[in-house]
């Protein structure tokens, strides 16, 4: 029985540089990509369009044929064919299993231990399973790299540690306050670091965001995307006495806020812990209001040096990581050497069952015996049976038979007489 293989082909970030993989992105969707790839005849396929990366897996029984085929269709006329091999990646079974798992896992990601690939790679075989692309091999490898993925997410701790400027502003926001659902967001000025900041906080579910900008229709435009209220810068200090958190990220070349700005502002918050955070280069906070009582100040490089620390610590929870998948690629790939072996195993059986019942049965018709006297025969000739299925049993079981060599089942089929086996005869 011939072995079906699973492959993979693709191009990422690492290997890849934009400008080709805006010409190979899926510009046509999930669905026409899949109708396309009927006509190359795989068993089973599936395709994972992001923006660091494109993935096609396919089954085969012929990956030297096979191949060839998916890197054209990956690549089309939009690249030309001398440039498809360093461009691209190619894995054939354990090292397909295994590249897919470290994908759905965020270890192949540009920032390790990110989440989104999870929903991205889920979404992807959403659209190949409602079309009927995939099989039995593929509906398995899929679920289980989402298995592999959870795994990874609850024994390891990739994905706790804050590894952008925003999200760091954030963790350190949570670090003050605890929960941050009853406090609000003064955003100053519309930077973009700024923006994914209130972003992250609103993901957390602050109360509500101002925006205070110098030009108030820009305020206006983006409070309204955050759906909350703008002001002007000349309402800071009105703003200051009300919220908790402050981001700040002008383009001016001064200092937008002073400590004696905000130190009398304390009494009147009743020294309410404050928290400001300066994305601006040049700063836009003045460095001494660190110095103020339950005001608490960090800048660019404060927020820099979180990053790197998580970082570090996102690294060492890699390592776990990659032990998960190996061994997870490991039972993957057993399970999949057993497809080929079940077969003969089971068809071994069904033939041995059927001989010794049908010459139980011919032997009993002639006999006369008593109910008791004929479950002994019965199970004296299964038993006979099951001794004699042992060694071939075991020869199928062994590791050189799960290693994909087929020669050796074919053998035993041949032997048994299995592949002419009629089982109504």
């Known amino acids: ?185 003064l955003l100053i000025g519309a930077g973009e670091m700024a923006e994914l900041a209130a972003e992250h906080l609103l993901g957390q579910g602050v109360e509500g965001i101002t925006v205070a900008n110098r030009t108030l229709s820009r305020a206006v435009a983006l409070a309204k995307r955050f759906n909350g209220s703008a002001c002007s810068l000349e309402e800071l200090a009105e703003q200051i006495e009300t919220v908790d958190i402050i981001v700040s990220s002008t383009g001016s070349s001064e200092l937008i806020l002073r400590s004696d700005d905000v130190r009398p502002l304390m009494k009147v918050r009743k020294n309410r812990p404050l928290f400001f955070i300066d994305i601006a280069v040049p700063r836009d906070l003045d460095p001494e209001l660190n110095e103020i009582e339950n005001v608490f100040l960090y800048d660019i490089d404060d927020l820099s040096q979180v990053v790197q620390m998580n970082r570090s610590e996102r690294e060492k929870e890699a390592v776990k990581a990659e032990r998960i998948v190996e061994e997870e690629t490991l039972k993957f790939a057993q399970w999949q050497d ?8 089971s068809a071994l059986r069904k033939k041995a069952d059927r001989i010794c019942i049908s010459e139980v049965s011919r032997t009993l018709a002639r006999m006369n015996l008593s109910d008791s006297e004929r479950q002994k025969v019965e199970k004296l000739a299964q038993s006979i049976t099951a001794k004699m299925l042992h060694d071939p049993l075991q020869f199928l079981k062994s590791e050189s038979c799960r290693k994909g060599d087929d020669s050796k089942i074919d053998m035993v089929r041949t032997v048994f007489g299995l592949e002419n086996d009629d089982p109504d005869n």
């Open 1 to 185: 029985m011939s072995k079906k293989h699973i492959s993979l082909i693709g191009v990422n970030h690492k290997s890849t540089p934009l400008e080709v993989r805006e010409k190979v992105a899926l510009t046509s969707g999930y669905e026409e990509t899949l109708n396309r790839l009927r006509d190359e005849e795989a068993h089973e396929y599936y395709v994972l369009s992001t923006c660091n990366r494109v993935e096609l897996i396919w089954v085969s029984e012929d990956t030297a044929e096979s191949t060839p085929r998916m890197l054209r269709f990956l690549f089309g006329d939009a690249v030309d064919s001398a440039e498809w091999d360093g461009y691209s990646y190619i894995y054939h079974d354990r090292d397909a299993v295994a590249h897919l798992f470290k994908v759905s896992a965020s270890l192949d990601s540009l920032v390790v231990g990110e989440a989104q690939i999870l929903g991205q790679i889920k979404e992807a075989y959403r659209y190949a399973s409602q079309y009927g692309c995939t099989g039995p091999l593929l509906n398995k490898l899929l679920h289980k790299s989402f298995s592999v993925a959870k795994r990874v997410r609850s024994e390891t701790g990739i994905g706790s540690a804050a590894v952008s400027i925003s999200s760091a502003a954030v963790e350190l926001a949570r670090k003050i306050f605890g929960n941050l659902g009853d406090k609000k967001v």
């Open 338 to 345: 057993g497809l080929t072996i079940t077969p003969t195993i």
